[in-house]
């Protein structure tokens, strides 16, 4: 699937249809899918956009297709298309983790403006996951030894005191720091830190 589209999930062509050309009219790029199962099988973690789904639908509701994606790890925003009796379950979808509701029959501009920040939000968010395995594929480079080493850089311990406890000469420590800050991309051990604090680990893979 394209990346940073909003998908349509409605089982009305109608809708769809109507749909895609509002926001076409705004210069959003939209794809339409006739049921939530369909979209599920295309679906991945990776998908950047939003989702505009229909909380009623023929086999799996929109409501259980917003549960499996939460159960894939998929942090597309979903904003759902309720009529009025649909409005208690939005409220708790909002709970779980969805981006918004709107309900039926909505103001075209208001619809969206809600669409344009779900893509906007979901932006940050894909820009900030993307970083996230960059960092992720830096250290899986690292050889054990290097990852040995960087935990004792981390832990603010010199060189000489590296290679005492590692039982290795000084020359090598300073030949794995500088191929730890090749292969991570920094220049200090201070930029190390910050970098790795993306991920909320700043001891890096288990060596």
């Known amino acids: 699937m394209n990346r940073h589209v909003t998908h349509i999930v409605d089982d009305d062509p109608a809708v769809r249809?109507?749909?895609?050309w509002l926001l076409k009219s705004r210069g959003v790029h939209s794809r339409t899918w006739e049921s939530a199962e369909d979209f599920l099988s295309s679906a991945s973690r990776e998908l950047c956009g939003c989702l505009l789904l229909d909380v009623r639908m023929p086999?799996?509701?929109?409501?259980?297709?917003f549960d499996r994606l939460r159960g894939l790890n998929c942090g597309l925003p979903v904003i759902f298309l309720t009529g009025h009796g649909d409005v208690p379950m939005a409220v708790q979808a909002l709970k779980d983790g969805a981006f918004d509701f709107i309900e039926k029959p909505y103001d075209d501009n208001a619809l969206v403006d809600k669409v344009l920040a779900a893509l906007e939000h979901d932006t940050k968010r894909c820009t900030r996951e993307k970083s996230l395995r960059e960092v992720q594929q830096r250290l899986e480079q690292l050889t054990q030894r290097e990852q040995e080493v960087m935990?004792?850089?981390?832990?603010?311990?010199?060189?000489?005191?590296?290679?005492?406890?590692l039982g290795i000469a000084m020359r090598t420590v300073e030949v794995h720091r500088s191929h730890i800050f090749e292969k991570m991309q920094v220049r200090s051990a201070?930029?190390?830190?910050?970098?790795l604090g993306l991920l909320g680990n700043q001891s890096g893979p288990e060596s």
Do not use: P, R, T
């Not at 086999?59 to 297709?65: A, D, T, V, Y």
């Not at 935990?151 to 406890?165: P, R, S, T, Y």
């Not at 201070?190 to 970098?195: H, I």
């Open 17 to 20: 249809d109507a749909l895609q």
């Open 151 to 165: 935990h004792q850089i981390l832990a603010g311990k010199l060189n000489k005191v590296i290679a005492d406890e």
């Open 190 to 195: 201070v930029e190390l830190s910050q970098v």
């Open 59 to 65: 086999g799996m509701s929109g409501i259980e297709l």
